[in-house]
Nanobody, 124 residues
Framework: QVQLVESGGDSVQPGGSLTLSCAPSGRTFGTFDMGWFRQTPGKEREFVTIITWTGNTVYADSVKGRFTISRDHGKNTVYLQLNSLKPEDTAVYYC??????????????????WGKGILVTVSS
């Protein structure tokens, strides 16, 4: 079965850093765009960042300059480096994959696969 499995979530203090990993299984995602979304209770799942199969990236304004997405095709793994964390970054973070048919997209409804999500808590 095809799965996206996130890891690395934790509770950190404001200003701290964290690295999330997304390790798909069941197939390779080399030609897929891989992204991260996040969600807090009562809010819609929002776009965070995405990276294409060629390495182009897009970031939400809220995380630009603080978060970095990267991928290792050899390991079939995608990473999200979260720096300068703020309390408002607290959310469940979801890994997502898009086939890229139709071009790059940041829309939640266009994602083909989703992970179960992993909690990141930023507090004192």
């Amino acid at each position: 079965q095809v799965q996206l499995v996130e890891s690395g979530g934790d509770s950190v203090q404001p200003g701290g850093s964290l690295t999330l990993s997304c390790a798909p299984s069941g197939r390779t995602f080399g030609t897929f765009d891989m992204g991260w979304f996040r969600q807090t209770p009562g809010k819609e799942r929002e776009f965070v960042t995405i990276i294409t199969w060629t390495g182009n990236t897009v970031y939400a304004d809220s995380v630009k300059g603080r978060f970095t997405i990267s991928r290792d095709h050899g390991k079939n793994t995608v990473y999200l480096q979260l720096n300068s964390l703020k309390p408002e970054d607290t959310a469940v973070y979801y890994c997502a994959a898009n086939s890229h048919i139709g071009g790059i997209t940041t829309r939640r409804e266009d994602m083909d696969y989703w992970g179960k999500g992993i909690l990141v808590t930023v507090s004192s």
